[in-house]
Nanobody, 116 residues
Framework: EEQLVESGGGSVQAGGSLRLSCTAAGFTFDLGWYRQAPGNECELVSTLSTDGRTYYADSVKGRFTISPDNAQNMMYLQMNSLKPEDTARYYC?????????????WGQGTQVTVSS
């Protein structure tokens, strides 16, 4: 059964780091990370294609890194130099259209809170 499960969120101070994990067993297409803060729309953060191409939203470029672990059927989002504006619930989901994928913020997700 195809299933995506996020983990790794937490609370950090500005400038800190977190690594989000997505269990992606059974998925063989492009995946992405999305996020939604209270009162804000869901937004696409980063995508990873099956051929290794990556995309990052301008707001996280240079600070976040998306990567796969194909042996473990996992996908990661390494988040460095975190800012308070990165505070949101993060979701792992399919990204069939890469950078043009419709935002998808549904399911359990994992909460990231960055304090100033």
């Amino acid at each position: 059964e195809e299933q995506l499960v996020e983990s790794g969120g937490g609370s950090v101070q500005a400038g800190g780091s977190l690594r989000l994990s997505c269990t992606a067993a059974g998925f063989t297409f492009d995946l992405g990370w999305y996020r939604q803060a209270p009162g804000n729309e869901c937004e696409l953060v980063s995508t990873l294609s099956t051929d290794g191409r990556t995309y990052y939203a301008d707001s996280v470029k240079g600070r976040f890194t998306i990567s796969p672990d194909n042996a473990q059927n996992m996908m990661y989002l390494q988040m460095n130099s975190l800012k308070p504006e990165d505070t949101a619930r993060y979701y792992c989901a399919a990204a069939p259209d890469g950078p043009h994928s419709r935002p998808f913020c549904w399911g359990q997700g994992t909460q990231v809170t960055v304090s100033s």
